[in-house]
């Protein structure tokens, strides 16, 4: 395996660290500010916004620059990004440096996993399965750790040490990566780009991310709750639960590669439709907190397990515009997310327990598998076609 994918599997740590971090220390960060919790908490709907928006558009604008080069600036932006959240004296200075990271973050996704499936072609789910494990190490030990060095230094400190950490990551890319050419041939154009990825392939796995995301979120985003009054775990017992949650997803990335690059469509079918059914098992499981964990478990395995199914489908049917049609899936990722928390917090507002929350995500990840299903029935109907023809 080429150790150019470990200085990419870094790179997504240190991203990720820093995007899902700044929730644990919303409550040093609002009494040090002196802005109320939930105005912190807009810090992440904020950085969702910037990965959304800002990654496509700078996908068209850096579309004909080398990899390599755009994503050691991209991890230079990073690092300047989270010093300038470090030294931030104001909330305005603080969302500023957050949106500066956030705008380069869906790019830099799009483009590592580009540059992992070049690197490993003929393994490409278990490549970008790679660059998803930095995803799911920053949840198993990046927020963790950070959240710990904030508590007993100060939120500042966190910051400090995710700079530390995206500097490390540029050194690496920077010595291990691969020289890459500009981009040759393809679209000549923002249109053209656009008009690339008008395949079903494209715009209906995107739809079946959104829908995934936002059901996983709409649960996910309330497990603590979900543990603390339905299960009756303490509160302080709740992060090694999480911890479980951060093994299972691990475990998922490295097993979702292989199949991904095994029989990909059979498999994300059945991964989506499953994850759905272990979240509605939760309601049978709740009640236990053996069988809570062993729940938590197997379910973060699915969770986690489609990345590189879905961006090899992808990137197969969108050859002409790669750096947009792999940047934009982290728009539709983080759509699911923005949505996910919504959808949750109203169902609970409009009555629902924490009991019930798993219909939801049942409800939308066997939605997002009819969208497959349908996908893959316009695959079998476009191959009969071209069949018939010849």
């Known amino acids: 395996m080429p150790i150019a994918l470990f200085a990419l599997t870094l790179s997504t740590f240190a991203i990720c660290s820093a995007e899902w971090g700044i929730a644990g220390l919303l409550p040093s960060l609002s009494s ?9 908490g807009l810090l992440v709907s904020f950085y969702a916004l910037g990965v959304a ?9 850096t579309a004909r620059f080398p990899n390599k080069l755009v994503l050691l600036v991209f991890m230079g932006v990073f690092v300047v990004g989270n010093l300038l959240c470090a030294m931030a004296p104001t909330y305005p200075l603080l969302v500023t440096g957050r949106v500066i990271v956030a705008c380069g973050h869906g790019l830099f996704f799009g483009i590592a996993t580009i540059v992992a499936t070049n690197l490993l072609p003929n ?7 790679m660059v998803f494990t930095g995803f799911t190490l920053a949840q198993l030990l990046g927020v963790p750790i ?4 904030g508590n007993a230094f100060g939120w500042r400190a966190t910051f400090w040490t995710v700079s530390a950490a995206g500097a490390l990551a540029t050194v690496a890319l920077a010595l291990l990566l691969p020289r890459t050419e500009p981009q040759i041939g393809g679209p000549q154009s923002s249109a053209a780009e656009f008009r690339a990825l008008n395949h079903q392939q494209v715009y209906l796995t995107y739809l079946a991310i959104a829908l995934l995301v936002t059901g996983g979120l709409s649960l996910s985003t309330y497990l603590v709750p979900l543990m603390t009054e339905i299960t009756h775990i303490p509160l302080e017992q709740t992060p090694w639960y999480l911890l479980i949650l951060g093994a299972g997803g691990l475990v998922g990335n490295l097993i979702g590669g292989r199949l991904a690059d095994w029989k990909l469509m059979p498999t994300l079918i059945v991964i989506f439709f499953g994850q759905g059914v272990l ?18 478990f197997f379910m973060s395995v699915m969770a986690t397990s489609f990345g590189g199914h879905v961006t090899k489908r992808i990137l197969n049917a969108a050859r002409e515009a790669p750096n947009l049609a792999s940047t934009l899936s982290s728009t539709a990722f983080n759509v699911g997310i923005a949505a996910g928390a919504w959808v949750g917090g109203m169902a609970l507002s409009r009555g629902f327990s924490y009991a019930q929350l798993p219909w939801l995500p049942f409800v939308f990840n066997t939605a997002a598998g009819c969208v497959l299903v349908v996908s893959l029935l316009l695959d079998r ?7 018939e023809a010849a």
């Open 32 to 40: 040090d500010l002196h802005i109320s919790i939930p105005t912190a």
């Open 53 to 61: 928006i800002g990654g496509p558009i700078l996908a068209i604008l």
């Open 123 to 129: 393994r490409q789910g278990f490549a970008v399965s």
């Open 146 to 149: 950070g959240t710990a060095i």
């Open 279 to 296: 979240q509605l098992c939760l309601i049978l499981t709740s009640g236990s907190a053996v069988l809570l964990a062993i729940n938590f």
């Open 381 to 387: 109907r476009a191959a009969a076609t071209v069949a």
